[in-house]
């Protein structure tokens, strides 16, 4: 399980949200996608804060954490029954 990571985020400025999950944090983009198919989300900080940003890549909202890391997959155990 990748938990979010806690990033302080200064308010109007632009950052680039992490897809491939190879740069350093695992969060902000450094260019470590290159030659792939991956394109960083770009997002602006609406207020000077700490965010948790999302490390799991699953979250419905990225690049902000909605705990999508905790939620545990439903297995189909039907097989079981027969």
């Known amino acids: 399980m990748k938990h979010p990571v806690r990033t302080y985020l200064q308010k109007g400025k632009t950052y680039h ?21 991956f394109t960083p989300k770009e997002f602006i900080a609406t207020r000077n804060s700490e965010f948790l940003l999302c490390l799991c890549k699953n979250s419905s909202c990225t690049p902000f954490c909605d705990g999508a890391h905790a939620k545990h997959e439903k297995l189909d155990l039907d097989f079981l029954l027969d």
């Open 17 to 37: 949200f992490c897809t491939c999950s190879q740069s350093e944090d695992g969060v902000i983009c450094d260019g470590s996608h290159k030659g792939t198919d």
